[in-house]
């Protein structure tokens, strides 16, 4: 038997892993928070503007903003193949008048969307980025690498309040940290847990906080230990380099697997494995926001194509994936194991078998599996697969 840990993930510093392979490009991460940083700046000052010099009613203040998404929860992963590009997710929250005894803003969701657009457009121009829409958020495509979405949140204004002076004692606190947009106003603990309201460009406003699931991840993650955060970048990598495009979200992977977790001491490999092969039953069962049980994520990835029941194409794929990792794991070749796993997870896994330790000898049922065709690939859908 084999423990192929190393190839996944070390301690040793400069040797290779898959782990370290899927971060981000130091230069692009820093080029993807400078973009970000602009972005801010943009609908910091814009919004306000924009809003007075359109005669809209009332008077916006400036906005603050919270990162959300993978970049939050730590398992962002640089894209495997194009047109992937990297997701940023930048929440950003705008106080506004609320009409007494009612549930909704007083100034429509759309206001607000063309406001934030016409923000931008100056900075989108001078950068080169492309702007456009989806229907809760706002998208800057600032390169081939990478986007950023702008969701935007509404919370009442006297609680909008309580935020601006929260910033100020965080900025006395952080005085000496040069970008301060970048690091005093992702602190989500001064966001009172009132209700948040989403904007959404077909249906106005609605119910929807992103705070409740980061929250539970980093909970799970302080609880069961920081290999789950990577068994979760790993069956991602695996997303990613198994559909071009299209493929289960992000955050059904994550909700999926967190569950099925168990630790295993200095052996990703294993931890991977024990997840992977529980994934196809959870899928079929059904998998729902880990916050919201009334809210189904396998519901969702079916209803993304009408022709192909893609939570069956998911589940078939993690069993074959399963079926072949524990076949690598019961192989005793060095050599053979690495050329599956990099056919699995592609060139950023290393071909390194000097780093395999090897066991006992290899199984003619594991070789057998591993070495059988692969099941058919799933179909590309239209758009871009966000590898965050």
Known sequence: MLN???????????????????????????????????????????????????????????????????????????????????????????????????????????VFFDVAEKALASLVEEKGWKLSGKPTCIRVEISDLAHIDIPLYAIPDKEFET?????????????????????????????????????????????????????????????????LRRVVRYIKAYRDWTWKAGGPSSILLM???????????????????????????????GVNNPVNQKESLTDRLRASNDDIDMVEQAAAQFEDLGRRL???????????????????FGSRLPDRPDRVKVGAAVSAVAAAIAASPAIAGPSELVGRTRAG
């Open 4 to 110: 192929l840990s190393a190839l996944f993930y070390t301690e040793v510093e400069f040797e290779p892993c898959l782990f370290v392979n899927l971060n981000l490009r130091e230069d692009d991460r820093a080029d993807i928070a400078e973009a970000k940083n602009d972005v801010r700046m943009a609908l910091r000052d814009g919004i306000p503007r924009v809003y007075a010099d359109e005669g809209h009613p009332g008077k916006v203040p400036q906005p603050r903003f919270f990162t959300q998404g993978s970049w939050a929860y730590k398992t962002l992963n640089a894209p495997a193949q194009k047109p992937q590009q990297a997701d940023v997710d930048d929440g950003c929250y705008l106080p506004l008048s609320f009409l007494i005894l009612t549930d909704s803003p007083s100034v429509a969701a759309d």
């Open 255 to 285: 909700a999926a697997a967190t569950p099925l977790f168990v630790k295993q001491d200095r052996r990703d490999d294993q931890a991977l494995v024990d997840v992977v092969r529980q994934l196809p039953t959870a899928l079929r069962k």
């Open 326 to 344: 524990q076949a690598t794991l019961d192989a005793g070749n060095a050599e053979q194991a690495c050329t599956w796993l990099r056919g699995l």
């Open 163 to 227: 935020l601006v002076k929260a910033e100020n004692v965080r900025r006395a606190a952080l005085e000496g940290i040069r970008n301060f947009a970048e690091a005093a106003v992702d602190s989500w603990d001064e966001l009172p847990t009132t209700k948040v309201l989403l904007a959404h460009r077909e249906e106005g406003w609605m119910h929807s906080d992103p705070r409740p699931v980061k929250e539970w991840f980093v909970d799970q993650v302080e609880t069961k230990g920081e290999q």
